[in-house]
């Protein structure tokens, strides 16, 4: 157990990390186009991209928090009367986590891989 707890925390930390830079490589790449005077229209979507994920990453984040400390027990996750009552074990947990990285950084087509 305190095995996957270590592997909840590091997930956290990465996934905090990667969801803090992601907007900002967004943002570095809309201005690159922006400043090159390539596509405009592209520059702007890309700005509010960043301006998306960086919202979508913070309410991601606060749910994966929200899991890891039920998975945990912790009474706080206990009293949020908004958790789903299907994601309550580690493995739905680690699913809804892997959910989440997948729509965050593996879906955006305006940045080339």
Not at 12 to 27: F, M, Q
Not at 31 to 48: N, R, S, V
Not at 51 to 74: P, V
Not at 84 to 100: E, I, M, N, Q
């Amino acid at each position: 157990m305190e095995q996957e707890d270590n592997l909840l925390d590091e997930l956290l930390r990465e996934i905090a990390g990667l969801l803090n830079e992601y907007p900002k490589v967004i943002e570095r790449r809309a201005a690159t186009i922006h400043t090159e005077g390539k596509d405009p229209e592209l520059a702007q979507k890309l700005f509010k991209a960043a301006d998306t994920m960086r919202d979508s990453g913070n309410l991601y984040l606060t749910w994966a928090k929200h899991f890891a400390a039920l998975a945990d027990g912790s009474t706080d996750a206990h009293r949020m009367r908004t958790r789903p009552r299907t994601l309550t074990s580690k493995k739905s947990f680690l699913f809804a986590l892997r959910f989440c990285y997948n729509a965050a950084f593996h879906k955006c087509p305006t940045i080339p891989r």
